[in-house]
């Protein structure tokens, strides 16, 4: 039926090769991007504001890769997308945030027009287009990360939410739904089985943002402060990247975590 969840499902003489495909009933229909050589049993084609996508499964090795990291601490931010204990720092690209502030504009347009109007049928087809580019650059940025985490590293260690507190805070809310934290870890979690990494999640309880990774002295930390400055050791240090450290002390300070030295395994190889 058109117009509702526009899928459907396919099976029986399938080809797929280069960047075409063979499906019954359609014949021989052209893609945009190269597929693997092979003869899926069944295929899903849907459409998303204007596109159609092709989805399918199909057997392949599995990747080995060399991990070059042992153990990370993630953070994932408003202002950055996430911050490595080690430094390394993901940015939203610059597409992102210009695709999000055309949608802000669409969304403006579009409550001005009168209802019924074919100029806001019009404004209604331009924003799903801007809402499917912002959800394709967020999720393809998402996407890189995590797969350069789970090949890098042996084990990572992210937050655990606490959703209630965070829903109560409504800018924090959108911000952080945002930024996909748990698209994030989903992500995160079946490519770790997939590269060999482990992911940990720490203690929701934990607040990473409020120690100081020097020291663990802790206190407030209101979002706006973007600087972790600590009256007792004189640490100052980026609030993401102290955040990201806490994250790693305390996987290795915790029984629990796997990785502490209580198991008799400094290294935090698990
Ligand atoms: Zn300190």
């Known amino acids: 039926r058109k117009g509702v969840r526009d899928s459907f499902y396919l099976e029986g003489n399938i080809r797929i090769s280069g960047d075409r495909i063979k499906v019954p009933i359609f014949g021989w229909l052209r893609c945009a991007e190269l597929l693997p050589a092979t003869t899926p049993k069944n295929v899903v084609i849907s459409l998303r504001a204007g596109h159609w996508y092709i989805s399918f499964k199909y057997e392949a090795p599995a990747p080995q890769v060399e ?84 090949k890098k590293y042996r084990v990572v260690v992210i937050e655990g939410l606490q959703v209630k507190n965070l829903l109560k805070n409504r800018k924090l809310a959108g911000a952080l739904s945002d930024c996909g934290f748990y698209e994030f870890r989903r992500q995160l979690e079946y490519k770790a089985r997939l590269y060999g990494c482990q992911v940990v999640v720490a203690d929701r309880f934990y607040p990473s943002s409020q120690l100081c990774s020097g020291c663990g002295h802790r206190q407030k930390m209101p979002l706006q ?14 609030r993401d990247l102290n955040a990201a450290l806490n994250l790693l002390r305390w996987y290795r300070t915790t029984p629990s975590s796997g990785g502490s030295d209580a198991c008799g395994d400094s290294s935090g190889g698990v």
């Open 67 to 150: 991990k070059t990291g042992e153990v990370v601490g993630v953070d994932l931010g408003i202002h950055h997308l996430a911050t490595c204990s080690d430094g390394e720092v993901f940015e939203n690209p610059k597409p992102y945030r210009k695709a999000r502030k055309r949608l802000a504009r669409l969304q403006r347009r579009l409550s001005r027009k009168q209802k019924g109007s074919a100029n806001r049928k019009k404004a209604v087809v331009q924003l799903g287009k801007a809402h499917k580019r912002v959800a394709d650059i967020r999720q393809d940025n998402l996407h890189k990360l995590t797969t350069y985490l789970a």
């Open 225 to 238: 402060e973007r600087v972790f400055c600590c009256p007792c050791c004189g640490l100052e240090l980026d």
